[in-house]
């Protein structure tokens, strides 16, 4: 099974800040998924095939990485970012998700 | 509009069995292949289990393999997700959510609260 790490697992950052999370993959994956949850809502397809953006997510988002290592960036905070990031892989038997990235606004 | 929503969730003892089920509506369900995910309290997203969209290909997680049994009934538009031996750590909130293309999971349900305890 294919583990995926995220990190940070918390962080703040300020309106107009850039932000980077990161999704480190146990092996070598093709490509990765991030889902957007808020607080008492489903999950959301946010970014899919590592750097293609969903229906109406803002382009202030971007996605990218390869192999074991990718990515989520914001670059310029809003409020309505906040909200907890997940990644996920699919391989041939297995798909797992990272352990989230919950984002706060300072 | 693509709507998923899932019901049967519900309290139930450690060791007894709960089956889940998932009306999906606004697309071409025999089209499409279909996914389980679960989240506990205050946790993270857990994949379930996958049934391709004629139910040739299935896979689970381990931490359900040989407990849980994912179907699906393509005339009825509905998925399932037969439960057994359930243990007080299959407590979450159980997703159904469709697998789009690049294997993204693109629709998601409300979610069916499991609550497994004495």
């Known amino acids: 099974e294919i583990v995926l790490t995220q990190s940070p697992t918390t962080m703040a950052a300020s309106p107009g800040e850039k932000v980077t999370i990161t999704c480190r993959a146990s092996s070598s994956v093709s490509y990765m998924h991030w889902y957007q949850q808020k607080p008492g809502a489903s999950p959301k397809p946010w970014i899919y095939d590592t750097s293609k953006l969903a229906s109406g997510v803002p382009n202030r988002f971007s996605g990218s990485g390869s192999g074991t290592s990718y990515s989520l960036t914001i670059s310029s905070m809003e409020t309505e970012d906040t909200a907890t990031y997940y990644c996920?892989?699919?391989?041939?038997?297995?798909?797992?998700f990272g352990g989230g990235t919950k984002l706060e606004l300072k | 509009e693509v709507q998923l929503v899932e019901s049967g969730g519900g309290l139930v003892q450690p060791g007894r069995s709960l089956k889940l089920s998932c009306l999906a509506s606004?697309?071409?369900?025999?089209?499409?292949?279909m996914n389980w995910i679960r989240q506990a309290p205050g946790k993270g997203l857990e994949w379930v289990a996958s049934?391709?969209?004629?139910?040739?290909?299935?896979y689970y997680a381990d931490t359900v393999k040989g407990r849980f049994t994912i179907s699906r009934d393509n005339a009825k538009n509905t998925l399932y997700l037969q439960m057994t031996s359930l243990r007080s750590e299959d407590t979450a909130l159980y997703y159904c959510?469709?697998?789009?293309?690049?294997?993204?999971?693109?629709?998601w349900g409300q979610g069916a609260s499991v609550t497994v305890s004495s």
């Open positions: 606004g697309f071409t369900f025999s089209n499409y292949g």
């Open positions: 049934i391709s969209s004629s139910s040739s290909y299935i």
């Open positions: 996920q892989q699919w391989s041939s038997n297995s798909r797992t």
């Open positions: 959510a469709r697998r789009g293309a690049y294997y993204v999971m693109d629709a």
